[in-house]
């Protein structure tokens, strides 16, 4: 996803299959802060600078954060960019997008991911973002659970400020159950490439994978 025309261009040389449209909860126009200070740095939000030192920011790179510029962009859903792109199902949804994570998963419609990984800010470095909670939350309505968070960077408070999460469908119930079902091969596929054997050795006992006892077997050399 790359909103950005001369950045889109740059990727479709590239022979990447690209959304030219920055992502939202519906079709809108919305304002997009740049930071060239910060290599790659945007958001649909600008900048709070109170909230820095909870980062640990020196003030030396305050300015790396300074706006350098402000453009209007056209947005569109994932759901209607996946229609376009005859994309019938999504497997695994990474979103990292300072902020407009769950104004994007709104627009998610009839596409269901078997994992999500999700940025998700403690304290907000930017200002009017919705409070984390709200996220998490609306996540768990969507019939998904948390099975990891490993914070992001250092932190003034004892708790981090920022976090990538992963979701997966909550299989402890009938539509979860049906989600993972549905594509089972994928699903198992992506618990090993994110190291969840311990999980995934739950899931397929709990919902009676053919591939179960195999399962079973897997050794977790990386984590305990």
Not at 60 to 77: Q, S
Request: charge should be positive.
């Amino acid at each position: 996803v790359e909103p950005i025309k001369d950045e889109a261009e740059k990727l479709k040389k590239q022979n990447y299959k690209v959304i030219s449209k920055g992502l939202w909860s519906n079709n809108c126009i919305k304002k997009l802060y740049i930071m060239k200070k910060r290599l790659g740095s945007s958001s649909m939000y600008s900048p709070n600078k109170d909230t820095f030192l909870l980062y640990n920011l020196k003030k030396k790179n305050y300015p790396l954060f300074e706006v350098t510029n402000e453009i209007d962009i056209d947005c569109t859903t994932i759901n209607e960019s996946l229609n376009n792109l005859n994309l019938k199902k999504l497997d695994f949804l990474k979103i990292d997008t300072q902020g407009a994570e769950i104004e994007i998963l709104k627009g998610l419609g009839k596409y269901f991911p078997l994992l999500l990984k999700v940025e998700v800010q403690i304290v907000p470095m930017y200002e009017r973002v919705p409070d984390w909670s709200e996220l998490i939350n609306y996540l768990y309505k969507l019939n998904y659970m948390t099975c990891e968070w490993t914070e992001i960077g250092t932190h003034a408070t004892r708790s981090p400020v920022e976090m990538d999460m992963l979701f997966i469908p909550n299989y402890l119930n009938n539509n979860g159950k049906e989600l993972i079902m549905s594509r089972k091969k994928e699903f198992i596929s992506l618990m090993l490439i994110f190291g969840q054997i311990k999980l995934l050795q739950i899931i397929s006992t709990k919902l009676n994978f053919p591939e179960m006892l195999e399962i079973e077997n897997l050794n977790d050399k990386f984590f305990y």
